[in-house]
């Protein structure tokens, strides 16, 4: 899993260029799930076999407030990249 951290992605374009980076990274790494995140959000994405993702379909996107504050969200987090799930793959 790679994560590229910005100060803002508030901006389109800043969005756009976190998640090409992002993407390079997942690609040179061989990532299955590559994510970008700021000081508001996180946003997690399922990166395919041929090093593609899809901006447009996130598998998880929530506030930093929203995830520490509600366990429902927190859970469907550790689902996707809990430490159990980070061991198999």
């Given at each position: 899993m790679v994560i590229e951290a910005k100060l803002d992605m508030a901006p389109v374009h800043e969005l756009q260029k976190a998640f090409k980076q992002a993407l390079s990274y997942a690609r040179m790494l061989r990532a299955s799930?590559?994510?970008i995140c700021d000081k508001e959000r996180l946003?997690?994405?399922?990166?395919?076999?041929?090093?593609?993702a899809n901006?447009?379909?996130?598998?998880?996107?929530d506030h930093w407030a929203s995830i520490y504050s509600n366990s429902d969200i927190g859970a469907s987090l550790?689902?996707?990249i809990g430490r159990e799930i980070i061991k198999s793959l």
């Open positions: 799930i590559m994510g946003i997690l994405y399922r990166v395919d076999i041929n090093g593609s901006r447009n379909n996130p598998i998880f996107e550790n689902h996707i």
